[in-house]
């Protein structure tokens, strides 16, 4: 089941989206639904991320001395 709401787009935004979706066959409903979809997927992914690197570092849970090193030598920049 799905609801209705209002979204409003500056015109050239809704240009885009009914040249986009015209050249993929696609309604402007179903192109903003599932850009809405992949926004909230993308961004509860990361928010779980951060709290979950937050409730690790509550509990004190950090790298060690040799780890951070590790890192740090792997993304160092070579000259």
Known sequence: ????????????????LDRLAEKTERSR?????????DYIALNAW????IEAGIAA????????????ARVRKKFAVKK
Request: proline fraction near 0%; glycine fraction near 8%.
């Open 57 to 68: 570092a509550d509990r004190g849970d950090f790298a060690s001395d040799d780890e951070l």
């Open 29 to 37: 409903n179903w192109l903003v639904a599932k850009a809405v979809e």
């Open 1 to 16: 089941m799905s609801a209705a709401f209002t979204v409003r787009l500056d015109e050239a935004t809704l240009g885009e």
């Open 46 to 49: 990361q928010v779980g991320k």
